[in-house]
């Protein structure tokens, strides 16, 4: 098995450039996901690894193998696609075993290889249907099944989940969660997906317009990001973010009634403008306050989601487990929050103040 290291690597069609320069380290075994919105070059990069497309710049390193511009075949990778495309005349059992076939395995390998696959992803019982007999969670079971009869050192999956029913893409990722522990084999996940990436990531890259905003375990970004776009990517709902000014040892807050809170960062450099970021999490509703006025409370069950407009123009979301019937669209309040909580980011450069 192998880790992946990908130096400097440049993307360009034509005279568009997509990637701008990727460092990245991928530690044999790790579950690596690759996050960030549409369009941000996700795919891109991993279908370079794959050798899907031709690198422009820098290299790709599979183990301690130069794979910059070996064929896909050589590479030790396979990949799974959003798209499943198995053969629809063909059995789970012989989808799963085409690409061993191809390659020319003998017959009773290949059997071996599919049954051991399909012990692993609960395929068993379905080796004799066809695709158009399972559901899309099988199906893609199917799709992921074929990946592992090869036994490629690194696991490629481009969205994979993606196509699925908001209760199965649950089921899967849990799957997917074992799988990897099971097989232990290095893999790279792509998703635009917060909530996946933080779920089954060993590291989470943040990819934005072809550059890694910040690399680091899931916690690690939500607890302590560099810049605005990784703390409002990362956690949901979003941060909410706040303009604010400096007034020496604090910010004051025009949202919160002008609210001064101290902090121990570092303004020196800040100008006079600031962000200010709180996760809803970590905001409570103060009813004796008058600032906000509630715009709309959403019940969840497990939590409720409260929206405040500011004076200002500016919305502010809570998360509360307290039942909040009481709060009727339109009551005035306020809300707390611990300063050690607050993240500060420069106006201009949204880089994180600390
Ligand atoms: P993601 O997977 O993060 O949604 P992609 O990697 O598919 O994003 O695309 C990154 C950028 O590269 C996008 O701006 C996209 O329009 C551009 N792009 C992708 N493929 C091509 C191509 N074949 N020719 C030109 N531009 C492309
Ligand atoms: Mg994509």
Redesign the pocket.
């Given at each position: 098995m192998s880790g992946v290291k990908i130096s400097n690597a440049i993307k360009k069609?034509?005279s568009?450039q997509?990637i701008h320069g990727v460092d990245l380290d991928v530690e044999d075994g790790e579950f690596c996901v690759f996050v960030?919105?549409?369009?941000?070059?996700?795919?891109?990069?991993l279908?370079m690894i794959a050798g899907l497309e031709e690198t422009t710049g820098g290299t790709i390193q599979i183990g301690d193998r130069d794979v910059t511009h070996a064929d896909p075949a050589e590479r030790g990778i396979a990949m799974v696609f959003q798209t499943y495309a198995l053969y629809p005349h063909m059995t789970v059992e012989q989808n799963m075993g085409f690409g061993l076939k191809m390659n020319g395995v003998e017959k009773d390998v290949i059997k071996q290889k599919v049954r051991d696959a399909s012990q692993i992803l609960k395929l068993d019982d379905y080796l004799d249907r066809k695709p158009k007999a399972l559901s899309g969670g099988q199906r893609q079971r199917v799709a992921i099944g074929r990946a592992i009869v090869r036994g490629p050192e690194v696991f490629l999956f481009?969205e994979p989940l993606s196509n699925l029913d908001a209760e199965l893409r649950v089921e899967m990722r849990v799957e997917l969660a074992r799988l990897h522990k099971e097989i232990g084999a290095t893999m790279i996940y792509?998703t635009?997906d917060q909530v996946e990436a933080m779920t089954l990531a060993d590291k989470i890259v943040v990819?934005r317009a072809?550059i890694v905003e910040q690399v680091g375990s899931p916690m690690k970004l939500y607890k302590d990001p560099d810049n605005k776009f990784v703390a409002g990517f990362i956690g949901s709902p979003g941060m909410n973010f706040l303009n604010a000014t400096v007034a020496s040892k604090a910010v004051k807050i025009p949202a919160f009634g002008d609210r001064q809170v101290s902090t121990s960062a570092d303004l020196s450099k800040a100008g006079t403008d600031i962000s200010v970021g709180v996760r809803p999490q970590h905001l409570t509703i103060d009813p004796t306050g008058s600032d906000l006025s509630v715009n709309l409370v959403e019940h969840l069950g497990g939590v409720t989601y409260v929206y405040l407009d500011a004076g200002t123009g500016e919305r502010i979301i809570v998360e509360t487990n307290a039942d909040e019937d009481v709060l009727e669209i339109g009551t005035k309040v306020s809300v707390s929050f611990e300063a050690e909580n607050m993240m500060l980011f420069d106006a201009k450069t949204e880089k994180r103040v600390r």
């Open positions: 069609y034509e568009v997509v960030g919105p549409s369009g941000c070059g996700k795919s891109t990069l279908r481009d792509v635009h990819l072809g």
